[in-house]
């Protein structure tokens, strides 16, 4: 069973991440999201990768990690043809999403 961490404000980011897990990022729009998958990624999960947004791809993969921006979907054919369902059925490592409830929303509305 995945761990799910919702991450919204400052206190929530001192957390002991395992694997597999789950991490929803949820700020301000344009603030800080990705500078703080940085700081998940490379910092909490002990890596070194030039993190960068992943909002022109959808998401980058940094060996068992998955970072997510899911900003521009805009329905479920692009949410199916970015293999987001196989990759979160799948995932033994961590996965961490920016943008779930805006893209949510765009959908489901």
Do not use: C, Q
């Not at 395992?18 to 490379?42: E, H, M, Q, V």
């Amino acid at each position: 069973m995945k761990t799910k961490y919702f991450l919204n404000n400052k206190k929530s980011l001192n957390i002991k991440i395992n694997k597999p897990s789950l991490i929803f990022i949820k700020w301000d729009l344009w603030a800080w999201k990705t500078t703080i998958s940085k700081y998940i990624i490379n910092d909490l999960l002990w890596n070194n990768y030039d993190i960068t947004s992943p909002t022109y791809t959808y998401y980058y993969k940094y060996n068992d990690i998955f970072h997510f921006d899911l900003y521009r979907l805009k329905n479920y054919d692009e949410f199916f043809a970015i293999w987001w369902e196989d990759i979160l059925d799948n995932n033994e490592g961590v996965i961490i999403i920016e943008w779930l409830w805006t893209w949510y929303w765009n959908i489901f509305k």
